[in-house]
């Protein structure tokens, strides 16, 4: 929306390549775009199905703005899916005292969850379930895997410098 009323001639242009680029000849791809242009509402919903793949948000009718909703949905998605790593060291507690056998359960139960997001998320895209969760899960996995990285390595930092007590050994 801010590029559309910002920089409408760029919104244009690339829409025009795009209907180009499906077969249009280009002069029908103008006017269907210019025409398109002149209902920015129209002209933005199109714009987020065809050249972003994603369908427009509708409005929540809760009586709250759809932020507030959005914020909550935000908010429980995280408190429920960032618990699943602790999950995996909580529950098998009882029966397995082994560090590294529950840091594989968390690992284990955390790419699942990302996995699965992926796939949910599929269904407000074009992308096939099995590759958006391909998608979450490598993306959620190579960030998980630099901040454990990052953490290493600023543990090592401070044991090197010496500003480690002797009782976290």
């Known amino acids: 929306m801010w590029e559309f009323e910002n920089y409408p001639e760029g919104e244009v242009n690339e829409m025009v390549e795009l209907y180009v680029e499906r077969g249009l000849p280009v002069d029908d ?5 210019k025409t398109m242009a002149k209902h920015k509402d129209f002209f933005i919903d199109v714009m987020m199905r065809d050249e972003l ?13 759809d932020h507030y909703i959005s914020g909550l949905y ?6 429920v899916c960032g618990a699943v790593p602790l999950l ?13 056998t ?19 998320k599929s ?3 074009t992308m096939p379930w099995w590759r958006s969760g391909l998608e979450i899960l490598t993306v959620g996995a190579a960030t998980a895997a630099a901040a454990y990285l ?20």
Do not use: N
């Open 29 to 33: 791809a103008q006017t269907i775009v």
């Open 53 to 65: 793949g994603m369908e427009p948000p509708e409005p929540s009718g809760k009586g709250l703005p």
């Open 74 to 79: 935000c908010f429980s998605a995280f408190m």
């Open 88 to 100: 995996g060291y909580v529950v098998p507690l009882k029966f397995i005292d082994d560090k590294d």
């Open 102 to 120: 529950l840091f594989a359960i968390s690992c284990a139960l955390t790419a699942a969850t990302l996995f699965l997001l992926g796939a949910l």
């Open 123 to 125: 269904k407000f895209t």
């Open 150 to 169: 990052i953490g290493w390595g600023v543990e090592r930092m401070v044991e090197h410098m010496g500003l480690a007590g002797d009782d976290d050994h």
